[in-house]
């Protein structure tokens, strides 16, 4: 994560894959179902540790309005 923070990342994602996102999660776009993905991903990957509650405490924030 230090190597990229505050710098935009491009990656290919299957469209179908996005659109399931989109629609299990509740996404409202594109961006904003990979995110919440891969804000999830790293909630569950470590339970209990002090980065999975940080991106708990994302998950929680006003930043996913789902």
């Known amino acids: 994560m230090a190597l990229t923070q505050g710098r935009t990342v491009k990656v290919r994602i299957d469209a179908k894959l996005v659109r399931e996102v989109r629609e299990v999660l509740g996404a409202r776009n594109n961006r904003e179902a990979v995110e919440l ?10 339970p209990g540790s002090a980065e999975a509650a940080k991106y708990s405490e994302m998950l929680g924030s006003d930043r996913f309005r789902i």
Do not use: E, P, V
């Open 37 to 46: 993905t891969i804000t999830i991903a790293l909630a569950i990957r470590t």
